[in-house]
T-cell receptor, first 114, second 111 residues
Framework: AQSVTQLDSHVSVSEGTPVLLRCNYS??????LFWYVQHPNKGLQLLLK??????LVKGINGFEAEFKKSETSFHLTKPSAHMSDAAEYFC????????????FGTGTRLKVLA | NAGVTQTPKFQVLKTGQSMTLQCAQD?????MSWYRQDPGMGLRLIHY???????DQGEVPNGYNVSRSTTEDFPLRLLSAAPSQTSVYFC??????????FGDGTRLSIL
């Protein structure tokens, strides 16, 4: 069965410092993986996606993620946090063959301190 | 290009009332789904559809009905509202295995 674990429910960083949001997955197949961002009272917006091409994926707003099959991880990073990055972030695994259910992590709330 | 449109954005109901949350997409996606989002619980799948005329249950389907008569529309019906259904509801659509596109959500309160 597929699963996604976001290792931190809350992360706090200072503005201008690096961001690391951790995601581990479990899948019997080579999955497609996504990161979404949700700002307060908004819907979910796609940040980036991994679909078995390059293992280092660049997304919007300076975010990137690296797919590491040996570690079953897909951590989200950004070199320098901005106040506008404060939001909730979700790691998602796409359905495998024969299923249609996307698997969501429980989310990581990022706080950026001035 | 409107993407995924949800209506209404806000709604307050009394216990026992029924209502329909509307969802429409204009991207010709075959896959559509409804989620509810509650604090600390992430997104939970209520129902989903893989094409017109085909629907299936997610992990929290009780108290909700869906139908999919067209590719574009996927309404969610609350049969008899209960306070436990107070939540934020999101509709999403996609091609299979591709990233989902989300609506802006419906904030529903049941008194």
């Amino acid at each position: 069965a597929q699963s996604v674990t976001q290792l931190d429910s809350h992360v706090s960083v200072s503005e201008g410092t690096p961001v690391l949001l951790r995601c581990n997955y479990s899948s019997s197949y080579s999955p497609s993986l996504f990161w979404y961002v949700q700002h307060p009272n908004k819907g979910l917006q796609l940040l980036l996606k991994y679909t078995s091409a390059a293992t280092l994926v660049k997304g919007i707003n300076g975010f990137e993620a690296e797919f590491k099959k040996s570690e079953t991880s897909f951590h989200l990073t950004k070199p320098s946090a901005h106040m506008s990055d404060a939001a909730e972030y979700f790691c998602v695994v796409s359905p495998t063959s024969g299923t249609y259910k996307y698997i969501f992590g429980t989310g990581t709330r990022l706080k950026v301190l001035a | 290009n409107a993407g995924v449109t949800q209506t209404p954005k806000f709604q307050v109901l009394k216990t026992g009332q029924s209502m329909t949350l509307q969802c429409a997409q204009d991207m010709n996606h075959e896959y559509m789904s409804w989620y509810r989002q509650d604090p600390g619980m992430g997104l939970r799948l209520i129902h989903y559809s893989v094409g017109a005329g085909i629907t299936d249950q997610g992990e929290v389907p009780n108290g909700y009905n869906v139908s999919r008569s067209t590719t574009e529309d996927f309404p969610l019906r609350l049969l008899s509202a209960a306070p436990s259904q107070t939540s934020v509801y999101f509709c999403a659509s996609s091609y299979k295995n591709q990233p989902q596109h989300f609506g802006d959500g419906t904030r529903l309160s049941i008194l």
